[in-house]
């Protein structure tokens, strides 16, 4: 059984840094994917970040490349997010995904069937 849990989220000032985690079980991250997804109140899910289980090839959405990082720790089996020069736009709860289907999570930035209950994130001076 697929099962993903993040953790990390918390209140950060503007410019300020935080870590998401992900911990993954029931799958393998050398041969799944994982995304990292947001969505605020009132506005559409949007995917931030993937990595190809794979490669290790990352992928950015504009809004945040050059901010945040995505990164793996296959023996841990743990995901992470390395959000830096926070702005109070990236407010919201952000979900972690797993796929097979690299199109799917990383392209079409489609979560799929797998993603955890997500951490609050809020950013405020």
């Known amino acids: 059984q697929v099962q993903l849990v993040e953790s990390g989220g918390g209140l950060v000032h503007p410019g300020g840094s935080l870590r998401l985690s992900c911990a993954a079980s029931?799958?393998?991250?050398?041969?799944?994917?994982v995304g990292w997804f947001r969505q605020a109140p009132g506005k559409e899910r949007e995917g931030v970040a993937c990595?190809?289980?794979?490669?290790?090839?990352?992928y950015y959405a504009d809004s945040v490349k050059g901010r945040f990082t995505i990164s793996r720790d296959n023996a841990k089996s743990t995901v992470y997010l390395q959000m830096d020069s926070v702005k109070p736009e990236d407010t919201a709860v952000y979900h972690c995904a797993t796929d097979w289907l690299l199109s799917r999570l990383c392209v079409s930035w489609d979560p799929g069937d797998y993603w955890g209950q997500g951490t609050q994130v809020t950013v405020s001076s």
């Open positions: 029931g799958v393998t991250l050398e041969t799944f994917h």
């Open positions: 990595i190809d289980g794979i490669t290790g090839t990352t």
